[in-house]
């Protein structure tokens, strides 16, 4: 086992214990970062592995690391009616703890002690979270003290609640108290011994090599060799052979509630004997120390672990919203370039705009034409420019509108496919199937804003053409539509019977911007554009992607805090191997000498 020492006085310990002290806070704060939210397989008991770690470091490792030579705290618990308080105040002599005559009974653990050793038990000592009483309470929050000569100095006796009581936070607090304890002082009856409640918290006791004696208590004279022996094989059977087995036989009480001085003077003797024996005591204590150490390691990386799977569900469940969004921007960006805007209401307003019949016909065959013919066979006016902008104002937010609905639904179908997912619709407290209830008007104001852009792009373009007679021909709202059209035919995607009318307004368009600007100005002002609306579409559907994201935000959950809890974990190990290393080198050295 590790050597863990401390001074005499209980004051500060050497550089190896304080090595492990480090060690040991960097675990718990390493546990204490993990999360576990998500209903993933093991995240229940995990979560129960976790906070039952947390506790035993803060209630116990941490604080009797730093208070080595403090007396030794056995905690007495067992199943309800085994006679728990009953054999405290019989090993005191004198009723310090009262014994429950209505089940569940609630109240607050008494811990009794030598006056002399008060000082080890005050609030930032061992289980600081328990508020210090010094008298009787139903308050499980608080641990009443009891000072008392009958207890020798080095020695102390807490009487812990039933293990397996109806009330949860007694069951709670007898398995906090149990995992606190120095030396387990386990009652049990004839009755009662192999119940499974009690097995399955020696079994974790000697997991994690905690001293532990076991009292047979009201048992039948005549009974007692049976029941004895069969105990004593299940010890044996399940790792705890070594642990000392005491027997009290069942008896009339008398009026203070004291079984006879006889009934408990084994268990009083054995325990008198641990107590004034500072080798056999600090053995114990070392013992049930470096196995709680030992264990809280390995325990930790189950909760690595299942802190790893939240970390994969949080990932699986953001690359699904995620994927379900990036298509939708994409399609968009697709279908606004590819000539599919190019139909319906915007072609037929388009057309009213630059005219129809010989010229669009001239230039399927010709698209060389003059530009000079082009600007003249224009026939459009301003009140038309302004039809095929309110056109395309409602041909891109119908579009925008149904990938913002096929990508909620999208998104929603692949959460409802894992638990975890469907757990966090279920609080969303929205419909994320649907798009947001506000995101028509958003999408509205998206489309002016990007229209707005686009005029001002052209202003801006032929801020020194204003005068010139091909710009005064169209104006700066319609060449601003024209920007539209061409940007909106950029791949020129459109097939079928469609594909030379939309190509024909497309190169159209392009034309006509052509002839005030010139080539290269149209093609940098339709990319810029095009850019400019995949950025809008991009940053609206962002909105929408943040919905699902955010809930996984709010998870808090730290893809790093897996692996900083193993580090922890394997740091606490090696200072544990370490240590043994050096003892056992001195051990045999100490050998040879002699």
Known sequence: MTEIEGTPDGGRPNA???????????????????????????????????????????????????????PLLTVVGG?????????????????VTQPGVLRPTTRSPVLVHNPADAQWFGQDRLLPELERVSRTTDDPQALQLVASDAVPSGLAILDAPDIDSVEERN??????????????????????????????????????????????DR??????????????????????????LFTVNEGEV?????????????????????????????????????????????????????ATDQVEAVRRLRDDANKAYDQAVNSISEASADG???????????????????????????????????????????????????????????????????????????????????????EAGEDLGRAS???????????????????????????????TARFLAFGVNGLSVALMVVVFAHTAGVTGAEAGIAGGSAVLGQKLL?????????????ERARRNLEAKVSELMGAERRRYLDLLGRLEISPEAPEKLRAASRRVDDLRFAAKGSHGADEESKSHDA
Not at 261 to 269: C, F, H, L, Q
Not at 368 to 389: F, H, M, S
Request: cysteine-free; hydrophobic content about 45%; charged content about 25%.
């Open 514 to 526: 052509e002839a005030v600007f010139g080539d290269q100005a149209v093609r940098s002002l339709a």
């Open 254 to 306: 008398n009026d203070d509630g004291l079984l006879p001085p006889g009934s408990v003077a084994e268990i009083r003797a054995w325990l008198d004997s641990l107590a004034a024996d500072a080798e056999a005591r600090s053995a114990v204590v070392k013992q049930t120390l470096d196995g709680a150490i030992r264990t809280l390691a390995r325990r930790s990386h189950s909760v690595a672990d299942a």
């Open 219 to 244: 048992t039948p004279p005549e009974a007692i060799e049976t029941i004895s022996t069969h105990l004593a094989r299940m010890l044996a059977s399940r790792g705890l052979k070594d642990s000392p």
């Open 437 to 467: 209830r506000d995101f028509r008007r958003r999408a509205e104001r998206v489309v002016r804003d990007w229209q707005s852009d686009v005029l001002e792009m052209v202003r801006n373009e032929g801020a020194d053409k204003r005068s």
């Open 171 to 216: 069951r709670t607090l007898a398995a906090q108290l149990l995992a606190a304890a120095d030396l387990w002082l386990f009652v049990t009856s004839a009755a009662r011994y192999a119940d499974q409640v009690p097995w399955e918290f020696l079994r974790k006791a000697a997991d994690r090599s905690a001293a532990v004696a076991i009292v047979l």
């Open 16 to 70: 190896e214990s304080t090595q492990m002290l480090t060690a040991l806070l960097r675990m718990r704060a390493a546990l204490q970062e993990v999360r576990l939210p998500l209903e993933v397989p093991s995240a229940t008991e995990q979560r129960i592995a976790q906070r039952e770690m947390v506790d035993q470091l803060e209630d116990y490792v941490i604080p009797r690391l730093m208070t080595i030579e403090a």
């Open 79 to 95: 199943s309800t009616g085994a006679g728990k308080s009953t054999l405290v105040n019989s090993l005191v002599g004198s009723r």
């Open 340 to 426: 599919t805007l190019l139909r319906g209401e915007v072609l037929a307003r388009w057309q009213e705009f630059v005219g129809t019949g010989e010229l669009l016909r001239s230039l399927e065959t010709r698209v060389g034409w003059l530009r000079d013919r082009v600007i003249n066979a224009v026939k459009g006016k301003p009140q038309q420019a302004e039809r095929v902008t309110v056109a395309v104002e409602s041909g891109l937010e119908t579009l925008i509108l149904e990938h913002a609905e096929s990508a909620a639904e999208r998104a929603e179908a692949s959460w409802q496919s894992l638990a975890p997912g469907q757990v966090l619709l279920g």
